[in-house]
């Protein structure tokens, strides 16, 4: 059985609007690309994220069968 393991950063880890920052003192940062368009969107979202209306998965989906 596959066992899942989520980001760190929450969903953002795997989302395709999501951009990985890194601070001149090392700190990692997710800057959402969304906030750009839209100021419903925080710029820098408080980690980790487990919902958000803009998500869209980077990763393929999967097909799961149900024996």
Same mark, same amino acid.
């Given at each position: 059985? @596959?066992?899942?393991?989520?980001?760190?950063a %929450?969903?953002?880890?795997?989302?395709?609007?999501?951009?990985?920052?890194?601070?001149?003192?090392? %700190?990692i940062?997710y800057?959402?690309?969304?906030?750009?368009?839209?100021? @419903?969107?925080?710029?820098?979202?408080?980690?980790?994220?487990?919902?958000?209306?803009?998500?869209?998965?980077a990763?393929?989906?999967? @097909?799961?069968?149900?024996?």
């Open positions: 059985m @596959e066992s899942l393991k989520l980001d760190p %929450g969903i953002c880890g795997e989302c395709i609007h999501a951009k990985i920052v890194t601070s001149s003192k090392g %700190g940062f800057y959402c690309l969304l906030s750009e368009r839209n100021p @419903e969107f925080v710029k820098y979202p408080r980690l980790p994220v487990y919902q958000c209306p803009g998500f869209q998965s990763l393929p989906k999967k @097909e799961i069968t149900i024996s």
